[in-house]
């Protein structure tokens, strides 16, 4: 298991950089208490990406740690939060980082992601999809470069399982709470995966509810079903598709009741909780938001200047 220390524990004093990124969490977890009894997990407390790629980049690469990691190539597809902790920890694990991405890279990840010094290769497609990441792994391959695939690497679910499902875990023991239905995005299913079978071994009978874009949509962080994404249909009950449009409202709704600037895919399952709670009544939540606002000024901007 993964184990995160590192701080004194008292002042949040950290004597190097390593022991910071391991060793302040938990993440908070926090009551939307004008919703009703509905908890958040604010994944954007993540220090590197702002987002909950940190753990699953750590997840991936912790079996590389005992190795000579230092000056290694690593190669992933990822146009988005992965690429950005991949690209922080390549800085402070001395490793070389090529990410692979999407012609359709936002100009802020881009930019992002150069400062951080990560080579970017622009590939002329569409969408990272299962024929897109296994041809990453065969260049990794030719270049003898580590290849992570997030998208297929059972160390994805597993971390979250033992890690972040257990702080979570944890965290509702700590305050006698048992939640009854969780709320969260369908990307490459590491986390909502991963977490939901904590919750089950932990609390019982949870319902599941899964967050995708609706068809002709796109959202960054979170994919449809059907895009190749492992492990999920096992454990989920429920489907709801949104579109990036109620995305930005559901990112409106939250920053003007709670003052939080939450990002898209946090908004697409806020709105999606709002629609299972008028089916499901009111009963103990819990909303995963991966990460926060300030990659997508651009794109919600557009939308708020059309109305």
Do not use: C
Request: cysteine-free; aromatic content about 12%.
């Amino acid at each position: 298991m993964l184990v995160f220390a590192g701080s004194d524990g008292k002042n949040n004093i950290f004597s190097s950089v390593l022991d910071f990124v391991n060793g302040f969490y938990p993440t908070p977890l926090v009551r939307f208490d004008r919703f009703g009894d509905v908890w958040v997990k604010l994944e954007f407390f993540n220090p590197l990406s702002r987002s909950i790629k940190d753990r699953t980049v750590q997840f991936l690469l912790r079996r590389y740690l005992n190795d000579e990691l230092r000056g290694r190539l690593v190669f992933e597809a990822s146009s988005g939060n992965v690429a950005i902790a991949l690209a922080a920890l390549a800085n402070i694990y001395e490793y070389r980082y090529r990410a692979y991405t999407t012609r359709y890279l936002p100009e802020t990840t881009e930019i992002l992601l150069k400062v951080l010094g990560a080579e970017v290769v622009k590939v002329d497609r569409e969408t990272i999809n299962e024929e897109f990441w296994h041809w990453v792994g065969e260049e990794a391959a030719r270049n003898g470069a580590i290849n992570l695939n997030q998208f297929e690497n059972v160390n994805n679910p597993e971390g979250h399982y033992h890690v972040t499902g257990e702080e979570i875990a944890q965290q509702f023991r700590s305050i006698g709470k048992t939640p009854k239905v969780l709320v969260a995005g369908i990307g490459t299913g590491g986390h909502i995966t991963g977490i939901a079978r904590r919750l089950k071994d932990e609390f019982g009978d949870v319902y599941i509810v899964g967050v995708e874009p609706a068809a002709g949509s796109a959202i960054p962080g979170i994919k449809r079903l059907e895009s190749g994404t492992r492990w999920v249909r096992e454990i989920i009950n429920e489907v709801v598709d949104v579109s990036l449009e109620d995305a930005v409202k559901g990112v409106i709704t939250v920053a003007r009741n709670t003052g939080l600037l939450v990002g898209l895919s946090s908004g697409a399952v806020f709105q999606a909780f709002l629609r299972v709670r008028e089916g499901l009544g009111d009963v103990t939540y819990l909303l995963i938001f991966p990460d926060d606002i300030y990659k997508y000024v651009d794109i919600i901007s557009r939308f708020m200047n059309s109305t």
